[in-house]
């Protein structure tokens, strides 16, 4: 037997003749079973090294290695069959000989040694060890063993088709239940649509039929030659991903971690162009697994019903004489009918959203279906019938249903040809947590959520909006096209909205409802970048964003479609903090629409009406007229104008009891537009606010919103918006304790010793967003409106903070919006003596931003 190390440099120099090979485009399915084979051979041969094969023994290979797959770092799954309950003394000398010397290699084995009676017992208490024998693959040794454990395995009593299908589909869904399909880093492995997909297909009718591989499911009329041709596909493109995901990790790794998606891609041989790399990668991927996930669903159902007829018979009830509905599944009674009329690929999501009862479509008339979308020649819009029937399903109350099982169907694309191009596109970033078709797809699912009863908590606005408005199926229109021109190049909103008034004129929508399709789909982002980035306190943002809305029918499908989006984006995006600052937007730009433009608002009254409501709060406290009344005239009428009553009675209370030498720290014990807010009132000195973001940074909070300002008499009034990093208010008393006390420690000191900043984390570390200063038209003259792009590295606001400072700039008010690994911050400034900066101080502060924010970065 080589040494230990010789046999490690053999694998080495092997894994390097695999790459070799891989890169030169051989075939992925000869590669794993080159390495499988070699593998073989080394343990056959270190088998009689050691002696193995003068013990009643045997060697089998399980699992994967079953199979004769093997990856450059798959594990090595082995069953040492033995003859007795206990293997001598020599015997597991031998073995632990052998075992050692393997680890030695470098092989990571996973190994067993048992009877087979043990084995058998294994295996039927325990699934996953079923599985693996199914597999079992005999290497050397005794045959004898191997033939009598390959017998017993086969009979009927150790798990019959019925019980094994029933539990690799309970584990398919328990798996499928912890991860989704389109995670931003997906396991190519265990997620729906993964590799275990297509081997749980292989399982359950290997184990009814017998059969070694997929390939003689076809002989068992269980496959159809395309359908083996198509998973044969998907397996080989996910085992060139796990291969290039081995040799870029140098370990055994499933997981499409972001640091290695770059490195993966070029190893498959992709090259950044209009599309980065990776995202060409990962479109194909997200498509592969859809149809993996198709596949697998017609196939086990196929299987449970065609095959084994163990199961209850389901209740039949006829439709009309081309449809009837077999227990919760849709199922056509013409053989020819997709072929023969295509509107009827259209008429059977029609009647499935006709009847709640039906859920899914029955597997033959999938598999019909599957064949029918393959064989057309164009695209179903440009057919005057299937016209008809997709405006059908557009004004239908549930037709949001039927155009989910189309996308999951894949009838979507071939409807529109452009909703193709975006199935599987992906954009390299934290953001966006799903595919664009895949993201459309949710954002319908939110519109249908916002009519349920059961959503009125967390939609209350858009529960009310989803019923008043004059057509629903515009704003369903709205949001099929709103991102359906991604990845073209160019702007996204302008080239969807012309590709919508090509859809509105082509299905005879008159020109008032195209148009306003065509509006939505190009203001879609608007009303979620003036309330996330802009200062919606100030009238003249209202005004102006009231402008671009028209009227009170545009705003209402516009919040709708906003919401929608936002919540669609990914499963964090969307918390009560944004809900209450689009709430907020919608009221006032309803009031200022109700109102008109001929009634301006007059601040001075505003300011009064604010000083009173809170006053007679504060009277009802104990607290002294002439106390607070000295205290206002203090106050600038922006304070008053920024802020609602029951704050303004909040903050004055409290600095008129606190100590005014010391600074005074105040948290919110109710929520504040969905978060909690912090007072801060201290007399203002440079680098306050960079102060105060340190000490948020450190104690991982998050800063939504901040309004900075100061008394005449030099005190700092700056109020703050702060969140938990998972989107909620900070509750927890002893929570808000050591935030308040942090913050009052550091403001009490004249040279404060701040903490360090926290590191990047691993899944920020791939990412490269320049940094982007920009200088925007600002309303009032007085001020600056700045909009800061920037890598959200730890200690971003405190960066930010002490650059305003060395740059002689005050900062106003900030919005603070984290967009994945994107920083897309606005600010309002002025200079020391309260004026807008002028072109030399923007560019001055804009270079200085980006010196100290590429070092951090």
Same mark, same amino acid.
């Given at each position: 037997?080589? *040494? ?95 075992? *050692? ?58 798990? !019959? ?141 196929? $299987? ?17 004489? =081309? ?18 009329? !295509? ?30 979308? =393959? ?55 934290? $953001? ?79 020109? %008032?409802?195209? =148009? ?28 102006? $964003? ?104 909040? %903050? ?38 960079? *102060? ?74 791939? $990412? ?37 400072? =060395? ?51």
């Amino acid at each position: 037997m080589n *040494t230990a190390l010789a046999a490690k440099n053999t694998l080495l120099e092997l894994n390097q003749r695999l790459v070799e090979q891989y890169k030169a485009k051989h075939s992925i399915a000869d590669i794993v079973k080159q390495r499988s084979a070699f593998i073989d051979n080394l343990l056959q041969e270190a088998w009689i090294e050691c002696k193995l094969n003068l013990y009643p023994m045997s060697l089998i290979a399980v699992g994967g290695y079953g199979r004769g797959e093997l990856l450059p770092y798959s594990d090595v799954d082995l069953l040492f069959l033995i003859e007795q309950d206990e293997v001598c003394q020599n015997t597991q000398a031998k073995l632990s000989e052998l075992i *050692t010397y393997l680890w030695d290699a470098g092989l990571e084995i996973g190994h067993s040694v048992r009877t087979v009676s043990q084995t058998i017992d294994q295996g039927l208490a325990d699934i996953t060890i079923a599985t693996n024998l199914i597999e079992a693959r005999f290497l050397c040794g005794n045959t004898q063993l191997f033939d009598e454990l390959y017998q017993r395995i086969r009979q009927d009593d150790f798990w !019959p088709s019925a019980e094994f299908y029933n539990a690799k589909k309970e584990e398919q869904t328990l798996r499928h239940s912890k991860a989704s399909a389109f995670d931003l880093e997906p396991n190519i492995k265990t997620c729906p649509g993964g590799l275990r997909d297509i081997q749980t297909i292989a399982w359950v009718a290997m184990r009814h039929f017998d059969a070694a591989n997929l390939t003689e499911l076809v002989e068992h009329d269980f496959l159809e030659p395309s359908e083996l041709e198509e998973l044969l596909e998907c397996q080989n493109y996910l085992w060139e991903i796990r291969f290039a995901l081995h040799i870029s990790a140098n370990r055994n790794e499933n997981r499409l971690l972001f640091d290695l998606q770059r490195q993966v891609a070029s190893l498959l041989g992709y090259e950044d162009a209009t599309q980065l790399a990776v995202e060409q990668m990962m479109k194909r991927y997200y498509r592969t697994v859809r149809r993996i996930m198709e596949l697998n669903q017609m196939l086990l159902q196929l $299987f449970k019903r065609a095959t084994l007829g163990q199961f209850k018979a389901l209740e039949i009830q006829p439709i009309n004489e =081309r449809y009837q509905r077999r227990g919760y599944y849709i199922e056509v009674l013409d053989n020819e009918l997709f072929n023969q009329h !295509p509107e009827e690929i259209l008429n059977l999501f029609l009647h499935a959203v006709k009847n709640s009862n039906i859920q899914y479509i029955y597997a033959p008339t999938l598999r019909l279906l599957r064949k029918a979308r =393959r064989s057309l020649t164009g695209p179903l819009q440009d057919n005057p019938d299937c016209r008809k029937v997709f405006m059908d399903i557009l004004k239908h109350p549930r037709g949001i249903v039927a155009f989910s099982m189309m996308h999951k169907h894949g009838i979507l694309s071939s409807y529109l040809p452009a909703w193709r191009s975006i199935e599987g596109q992906m954009q390299f970033d934290l $953001f966006h947590a799903y595919t664009v078709d895949e993201h459309t797809h949710r954002l319908l699912l939110n519109i249908e959520r916002f009519a349920q009863a059961e959503q009125k908590d967390e939609f209350p606005l858009g529960a009310v909006l989803i019923n008043q408005l004059p057509k629903k199926g515009l704003l369903v229109l709205g949001a099929i096209f709103h991102d359906i021109a991604k990845g073209r190049g160019g702007d996204h909103s302008k080239l969807g909205a012309s590709d919508a008034i090509d859809f509105c004129k082509l299905h005879g929508l008159n020109d %008032h409802d195209g =148009r306003l399709v065509a509006w939505l789909v190009e203001n879609h982002l608007v009303m979620s970048v003036t309330a996330q980035r802009r200062d919606i306190s100030d009238p003249d943002v209202v005004a102006e $964003f009231a402008d671009k809305v028209h009227d009170a029918i545009h705003l209402s499908y516009l919040y709708c479609l906003t919401v929608a989006d936002i919540c669609a984006t990914n499963e964090k995006t969307w918390n009560n903090w944004k809900g209450s600052l689009l709430r907020d937007l919608y009221f006032s730009t309803q009031r200022v629409l109700a109102r008109g433009k001929e009634k301006p608002v007059d601040e001075q009254a505003r300011v009064e009406e604010i000083q009173a409501k809170a006053q007679k709060e504060l009277l009802r406290r104990g607290i002294k007229d002439k106390d607070m009344q000295s205290l206002w005239c203090r106050f600038k009428p922006e304070y008053f104008l920024r802020h609602q009553p029951n704050q303004v009675a909040w %903050h004055t209370e409290a600095i008129i009891k606190h100590d005014q030498n010391e600074p005074l720290v105040l948290m919110s014990k109710h929520m504040t537009r969905g978060g909690t807010e912090l007072f801060v009132y201290s007399q203002d000195r440079p680098k306050l606010f960079a *102060t105060v973001m340190t000490v948020l940074d450190n104690k991982n909070i998050n800063v939504h919103d901040a309004n900075i300002m100061t008394s005449i008499d030099n005190y700092a009034l700056d109020t703050f918006v702060i969140l938990e990093q998972d989107g909620e208010p900070i509750v927890q008393l002893s929570r808000i304790h050591s935030i308040k006390k942090a913050l009052e420690k550091a403001l009490a000191s004249e040279n404060p010793k701040l903490p360090k900043f926290r590191k990047l984390a691993r899944i920020m570390k791939p $990412f490269n967003v320049p940094t982007q200063v920009s200088f925007l038209p600002s309303i009032r003259q007085d001020t600056s409106m700045m909009e800061l792009i920037a890598l959200d590295t730890p200690g971003l606001l405190a960066k930010v903070g002490d650059i305003l400072y =060395r740059c002689e700039v005050t900062l106003l008010a900030a919005k603070i919006t984290t967009i994945g690994e994107r920083a897309e911050d606005f600010f309002i400034l002025q200079t020391q003596d309260g004026q807008s900066l002028n072109e030399a101080q923007q560019q001055h502060l804009s270079s200085s931003l980006h010196l100290a924010l590429n070092q951090i970065s």
